[in-house]
């Protein structure tokens, strides 16, 4: 294993963590029908996703990627299982299904549902004011300029409230994200955004992250706002912080609520805040991308996933699995239900998957300009309408198509995720074998 301490700068924490969106290429799946992809038996995946499949062995076979795992299923249909690589480069374990992978920002989504749980249960206000579960959030000041002095600040103009911190418009921050002085007091104040390695990284700080949940949300509330609430998408803590209003409204820590109403029902047995050692046979390495040459970050065995964080990041924390994750997809597309089972309600799933931006709030010239935003992920317009999702900083990419029931997972390990063109090009692939199938059966109807 290549050894190198410390990091280049090229795989600063910055440049590894920002990455987020679902590519550029456009998921223009809505129109389509679930008769074309309906799958009969999954016997031979690489068969019925060619395109998919060759992408697969392309980036694996010339080691851009370690491994790679594509999961795609519609409706109650069986999933479909893509799987490429080792675990770790020049490893003999291979890849699949069940393997391990740091998700990051596809975190987000699930805690995005959760809070939708509880807004349907009527213990919380899709439109509340955050003061009122968190008193501390009351009377907030805004930066005059997102780069400058702390000190220089004015009135919040309104209050922040729990749709914006759904939808990244609530004026909050990401030390990944913001420059100048508000990025340097996140660091001190230890509101990070996730944990990648035990090597050093240019420009991580030194402050330890906060010890809990309820002392990252204090340490928040006593820095300004980088923007007036509401007015701008700008990606951020929002979904970590709702992590933290989760616990005071629910009465149970944010990981026991994730397990006893997500986890545990949907059967993900492989989603984890903490690896337990005795999975680690399953953890995959997370590789940084220099140069073309993938240099290991976080060693399966040595890894950091393996410490209990000092507190689950609802943001970007999460290992989970292909099947994992497409068991959430699962249970999304069908509206709340899973192998009959009811998870949430159809109207929770729905609204979250719905476009929740606040009135007036500008996307200009970020990932998701001419998009909306659901809980915690995006929510596609014109051709893109009905696909509901986000990705990962390791690479990663899922989302369900809420009108054809269509649900997809991409799985890999590398940062940083804009390194490689891996993400268009996969839903260019993707987009070929669908096309292909709904020829088939436009001539089979014929």
Known sequence: ?????????????????????MGTAALALSGLSGAAFAQREVRDASAMWPNVAALQERYVGRQRVANMVSAIGVGDADTAYIADGPLSLGGMVQAGPDSLYRIYSMTKPITGMAVMMLIDEGKLGLDQPLKEILPAFGNMRVLKSPTGALSDTVPAERDVTIRQLLTHTAGLGYAIIQTGPIKQAYETAGINPAQVTRLPIPGIGTARPAPSLKAFADRLAELPLVYQPGTKWSYSVGLDLLGRVIEVVSGQSFDTFLEERFFGPLGMDSTFFTVPRSQVARLTTNYGNLGGNLLPLDP??????????????????????????????????????????????????????????????????????GEGFGAGGRSGKGENAGTFGWSGAAGTLAFVNMLTGLRVGMYVQYMPDSSLPLRDEFIAALQQDVSAKMGAAKKDAA
Do not use: C, H
């Not at 294993?1 to 969106?21: D, I, Q």
């Open 300 to 369: 399966a065995r040595a890894s950091i996933y393996l410490d209990k964080p000092e507190f689950p990041f609802g943001g970007a924390g999460l290992v989970s699995s292909p099947r994992d994750y497409d068991r959430f997809l699962r249970m999304l597309g069908n509206y709340g239900t899973f192998e009959g089972k009811r998870i949430m309600s159809e109207a929770a799933v729905k609204l979250g998957t719905s476009d929740l931006l606040p009135q007036g709030a500008s996307t200009a010239g970020t990932w998701v300009a």
């Open 1 to 21: 294993m290549t050894a190198f301490n410390p990091l280049p700068a090229e795989l600063s924490r910055r440049n590894l963590l920002r990455g987020g969106g």
